[in-house]
Each structure stands twice: as C-alpha cells, then as structure tokens.
C-alpha cells in the first residue's frame, strides 16, 4: 500500500507543478516606478513575439512564457492518435514476428539465424512507437518530459525493482548472445528449444512439449548450457547398458553401423563410441556411449530412440547379449 501511494505521489507531484501554472499570469513582468506599460504592449501587440527585452534608461522588461498546463499536452485527440498508434504497432510487429516465424520454420539452415531477429525488431519496433507517440502526438516541452521521466523512472524504479532486472537481463542476452531463438539450452532442471527471448522472460519448450518461462534475471545468474550453440545441428549421446562380459569390438562396430545409416545422422561430423564401466543394484555393467550429431537439432530424441532399438536388436539376433 505505501509503494501505490508512493508511484502516485511522485507520478501526481509534475502534474500538479504544470497545471498550477494556468493561475499565474502570462508574463512576468519586471520594471521600475516610470515603465510605460501602455509602449510595452503596444511593442508586443507589434512583434507578435512573447519573449521581449526592451531597456528603458535603467529599466529592462523581460516576458517569460509561462509553462504548459496539463490540458495543453493531453487532449482527447493526442489520446485517440496515441491509441491508434500502440494498436498500429502492435499489429505490424506481430505480424513482421509472424511472417518471420514461418520463413524460419521452413528452412532448418536458416532457421536459427532468421529467429534471432525477431526479438530485436520488437524493441526496435516499440521504441519507434513511444518516440512517434512522444515526439509527434504529444510534443511535450523539454522540461517538463524531464521532469516528468524522472519521476515515472523512480517510482517505476522503486516499485518494480524485479521486472527492472528481468528487462536488464534480456537485454544483455540480446547483445552477450549466450543463446539465440532455436537453440537447445540447459537452465538449472530445464531443457530445452529457445522459443522466445522477451524482455521480461526467456521461453523454452521442453522434451515433454511443455513450455516453460525462465525469468532472464535468473538466466543472468545462472550456468547455462547451449546444445548447438546456433548451428542447427548438435551433438547425442545415447547410453546402452551391457553386461560386463560383452564383446566391446562386436557391440562397438553394430553402434557404429546404426548410427551410420540412421536417416537424422550428421555424417560431416564424428561418431564416437565409449565405454564406461558402472556399478546398478551391486551388478558391474559396461555403459556404452554413442555420441553421434544429428542434422535438426528437433530430432535429437528420434535419433537416440532408433539407436537404441536398432543396437539391442542387432546384439541380441547376433547372440553377443542374450
């Protein structure tokens, strides 16, 4: 409740500033005892100006434009223009995101790339919308956009200290580039494809199709993991448990064949097979490793499923596991 009056009293405290000024008069003027008042305004009546300095033997006069009042900057026609505006800008850059969003998903080599355009046009795009609105509608004095900015940043500032570090947060994921939009990325117990980076929150789709939004703060103080690192495609290691006695060299050549005609492999990059020994319920096993790069980083679970299938099968018909 004190930070709702608090943003209300340092909102409200310009405002009041500004449309007190309709009480005091149009001018200021200063002279002495013998000012022909009556030769000043015929000389302003003249010049058209507001701002005079006439001396007078010792006397000098000086016109002050008075500032504007509340009623001079907002209208219910600025109002209705600035409506349009946010609406206008809305729409064009859903629909520039959108327009992107399919020619990305239409190309896998090119997907990643076009997707990490789509959050600069938008804070490129609503930045031009606030300086249309600001500049070309309202068209406030100097002083009072000041005055009234630093207002409006230290309420916002105050109460909003969260939303403040999220917004810093996403913007320097936007020029640090950890990760770009179709990336595969690992945030703490989350995994998953970069959908989004807003300024708020990052969004990723997990393995289970869920999405989930991480707050860009804790992206900031956190390790992240990127699978691909903007190449669309990325490494998979599928694991097999196998007894301890198995032919390494058999079990090692049918892993290297599947994964070698498997219609997702990447063939420009290497196969790798490793052994690994480990202990389950007090039972020695070999875990082998198939560490193989797939051409979509989308088919990363297909991949390692046919792997699997594939491996067990073969040993098992070539009777090197029962």
């Known amino acids: 409740m004190r930070k709702i009056l608090l943003i209300i009293l340092l909102i409200g405290i310009p405002f009041i500033a500004f449309s007190q000024t309709d009480s005091l008069p149009d001018s200021t003027l200063s002279s002495s ?3 022909n008042v009556d030769q000043l305004e015929n000389k302003i009546n003249q010049s058209g100006e507001k701002n ?19 009623s001079d900057l907002i209208s ?15 729409f064009s850059i859903k629909l520039i995101s ?4 399919m020619l990305a998903e239409k190309s896998t080599r090119y997907r990643i790339t076009i997707k990490s355009f789509i959050p600069v046009i938008k804070i490129i795009g609503w930045i031009i919308v606030v300086f249309i609105i600001i500049a070309g509608v309202f068209r406030p004095p100097a002083s009072t956009l000041l005055a009234f900015s630093a207002s409006i940043g230290f309420a916002v500032g105050f109460a909003s200290q969260d939303i403040l570090k999220n917004i810093f947060g996403g913007i320097m994921i936007l020029f640090d580039r950890p990760f770009q939009s179709g990336d595969k990325i690992r945030v703490g ?6 959908v989004e980076i807003g300024l708020r929150s ?16 804790e992206i900031m103080n956190s390790s992240v993991a990127n699978a691909n690192a903007g ?25 290297t064949q599947a994964a070698q005609v498997s219609r997702f492999v990447y063939l420009n990059k290497p196969i790798t097979i490793i052994f690994v020994n480990e202990y389950k319920d007090r039972i020695s096993l070999l875990k ?17 499923s046919e792997i699997t299938e594939i491996v067990i099968k073969k040993l098992i018909e070539d009777k090197v596991i029962n």
């Open 202 to 217: 990052t969004r990723i789709v997990t393995p289970d199709d869920n999405l989930v939004s991480i707050p860009n703060s």
């Open 76 to 90: 219910i026609s600025k109002v209705i223009w600035a409506l349009t505006f946010i609406a206008v800008g809305f």
């Open 231 to 255: 190449e669309p495609n990325c490494q998979v290691v599928t694991e097999i448990y196998l007894p301890i006695e198995v032919d390494t060299v058999k079990a090692r050549e049918v892993a």
């Open 189 to 194: 117990n989350h995994y998953g494809e970069v």
């Open 98 to 101: 959108r327009i992107l969003e």
């Open 52 to 70: 005079i300095e006439m001396p007078k033997g010792d006397a000098i006069f000086s016109i002050k434009e008075a500032a504007p009042s509340i």
């Open 288 to 304: 082998m490793k198939i560490k193989a790069y797939v051409q979509d980083i989308r088919d990363e679970f297909k991949f390692s």
């Open 33 to 35: 005892p013998k000012t």
